[in-house]
Every structure is written in C-alpha cells, then in structure tokens.
Nanobody
Framework: QVQLVESGGGLVQAGGSLRLSCAAS????????MSWFRQAPGKAREFVAA????????NYGDSVKGRFAISRDNAKNTLYLQMNALRSEDTAVYYC?????????????????WGQGTQVTVSS
C-alpha cells in the first residue's frame, strides 16, 4: 500500500508561482509512474502532468504545457510540481497519484494510489 501526502498548496495571485510536493511511503518509488491531477468544483478530474519512474520521460496536459514542470527525487521518495504563470483557471484541488507501471498514462482510472489533495487558489 502506497501512501501519498501532498503539500505546498495555497493562495497566490495570477502570474505567481507555487511548488507542490508529494511524499510517498513506498521504498520502491522508482517502480511507479507518478502523476498530478486536478479537480475544480463542478468539473471532472483533469490530467496535469506525469513522469516515469526514472524521471526520463514526462507528459503534460495541454492547458499547463510551458508553465508547469513535474520532477521527482527518488532518493527522497518525493514528487514535485513547479507551477509558474498561474491563472485563475488553475484553481483546483491538486492530487498526486501513483501507478505501478513503466509507461505514462493520462487516465485517472489507471492510478491505484492517491493523495488527499491540496488546494490551489489563484486570485485574479
């Protein structure tokens, strides 16, 4: 059982930056593709970014390309999401998720482990 704990959310003005972190309990962290999803009120959960176990490959949702960067520190069992040039439409609860697989998936149903979420609010 993998436990995931997100942190780093908060209130920021449009154009600002935040960095989210996700600490994983799993010592075989490198065996997991890690992703960030987000969900705004009244909307479906949306894929944000994903990274393979070694960190060699990443993928981003169209709405965040060029503004967000996903990374991981396998020595610390931690996933990150650097968010720059934030917009009001980025306001959502952000979740990290883990899947024991080698290739990236953008589908939430393929992720078996989820954190509790962290709120990001961007004021315009």
């Amino acid at each position: 059982q993998v436990q995931l704990v997100e942190s780093g959310g908060g209130l920021v003005q449009a154009g600002g930056s935040l960095r989210l972190s996700c600490a994983a309990s799993e010592n075989t962290f490198t065996n997991y593709v890690m992703s960030w999803f987000r969900q705004a009120p009244g909307k479906a959960r949306e894929f944000v970014a994903a990274i393979t176990g070694t960190g060699a490959s990443t993928n981003y949702g169209d709405s965040v390309k060029g503004r967000f960067a996903i990374s991981r520190d396998n020595a610390k069992n931690t996933l990150y999401l650097q968010m720059n040039a934030l917009r009001s439409e980025d306001t959502a609860v952000y979740y990290c998720a883990a899947a024991r697989r080698y290739s990236i998936s953008v589908y939430s149903y393929e992720y078996h482990y989820w954190g509790q979420g962290t709120q990001v609010t961007v004021s315009s």
